[in-house]
């Protein structure tokens, strides 16, 4: 049966709001999407040390009932719970290349990590990881990979980490209690590829350059593996 001049007007104009509505949402969509990534693109964000002592178990167990009865402050958004909400993000792997690791919360979210079956790798300074309170040996303990420094005259003092390959947390930062609570210390996260891939190609470099496989000529104290430490 034709339709009248009128009615396929009236279906015109549904088709109409219809698309305009349907553009409408898509943009508005586009926008949320965007606004995830942040008002300039891709994830930068800048941390300021020190942090305030608070509460991080809420991080651990989002689905936790009943909240944590420690005495610390709770719920608060600090430097310190924003480095370790980017880190717990890792949801394949964590490159981590840190000249000293004593930090209890950071060590346990890196064992976390881990258990999850995240592919952590670990470099730090031949030296500083054997002093007391390093967090190295528990690393290794536990089965994670974690190489060091071979040469006994230069430190790797760097102090970056990568989680799964696309997002750089970068500064001055050693993962101490002492930096994160005392010092005067920076932090600066972000995806922008330009600044991820050169840190990519320098753990790979110092990844490659700290096997004990290619310094077979060498005697270091001590050779880094998974697990143990084997001495040589």
Request: hydrophobic fraction near 40%.
């Given at each position: 049966m034709p339709l009248s001049l009128g009615e396929l007007l009236k279906m015109v104009g549904l088709g109409a709001v219809a698309l305009t509505l349907g553009v409408e949402w898509l943009d508005w969509l586009a926008r949320r999407l965007w606004l995830r990534r942040g008002p300039q693109g891709p994830l930068k964000e800048v941390l300021f040390f020190p942090s305030p002592i608070t509460c991080v178990e809420h991080l651990y167990s989002p689905a936790r009932a009943l909240p944590c009865s420690c005495p610390l402050p709770h719920g608060m958004d600090t430097s310190f719970t924003r480095?370790?909400?980017h880190l717990l993000s890792a949801c394949v792997s964590l490159d981590l290349c840190v000249f000293s690791f004593s930090h209890m919360e950071l060590s346990r979210a890196v064992l976390l990590l881990h258990s999850r079956g995240v592919a952590v790798r670990v470099l730090t300074d031949r030296d500083y990881m054997s002093i007391s309170g390093s967090?190295?040996?528990?690393?290794?303990?536990?089965?994670?990979?974690?190489?060091?420094?071979?040469?006994?005259?230069?430190?790797?003092?760097?102090?970056?980490?990568?989680?799964?390959?696309?997002?750089?947390?970068?500064?001055?930062?050693?993962?101490?209690?002492?930096?994160?609570?005392?010092?005067?210390?920076?932090?600066?996260?972000?995806?922008?590829?330009?600044?991820?891939?050169?840190?990519?190609?320098?753990?790979?470099?110092?990844?490659?350059?700290?096997?004990?496989?290619?310094?077979?000529?060498?005697?270091?104290?001590?050779?880094?593996?998974?697990g143990l430490v084997t001495h040589s």
């Open positions: 480095l370790l909400v967090q190295i040996g528990t690393l290794r303990r536990a089965g994670i990979y974690v190489r060091h420094e071979l040469s006994k005259v230069v430190h790797m003092h760097h102090k970056f980490a990568l989680v799964d390959g696309r997002k750089l947390i970068t500064g001055s930062l050693n993962w101490t209690a002492t930096a994160v609570q005392s010092n005067k210390e920076n932090v600066i996260v972000t995806e922008e590829l330009e600044l991820v891939r050169p840190f990519q190609d320098e753990f790979y470099r110092l990844w490659e350059d700290s096997d004990p496989a290619n310094h077979t000529h060498q005697t270091p104290i001590a050779t880094a593996t998974k």
